[in-house]
């Protein structure tokens, strides 16, 4: 059995490639109290659709694969 973290990890790369094929790319950072902490890069970082991405795509994903995940939030958000 994986531990929560590696399950997290396996989630976001089955999600990488399509990221990627937009230029962009999701790393994970840090998982602490279910709460996961991303970064966006590439296109992501300035993307006017990068709320859509976090909420609807990668938080989607992960809070139904990986159980006792209650967030996924990005660990620098942008300003704007």
Request: with cysteine; proline share 4%; charged share 25%.
């Amino acid at each position: 059995m994986s531990t929560q973290e590696e399950q997290v990890i396996a989630v976001l790369e089955k999600i990488r490639p399509y990221i990627q094929r937009d230029g962009g790319d999701v790393e994970f950072v840090a998982l602490k109290d279910g709460i996961v902490t991303v970064n966006m890069l590439g296109a992501c970082a300035d993307c006017l659709s990068l709320d859509d991405t976090l909420k609807d795509g990668i938080e989607a994903l992960v809070l139904e694969e990986v159980e006792g995940i209650t967030q996924v939030i990005l660990a620098n958000p942008n300003p704007y």
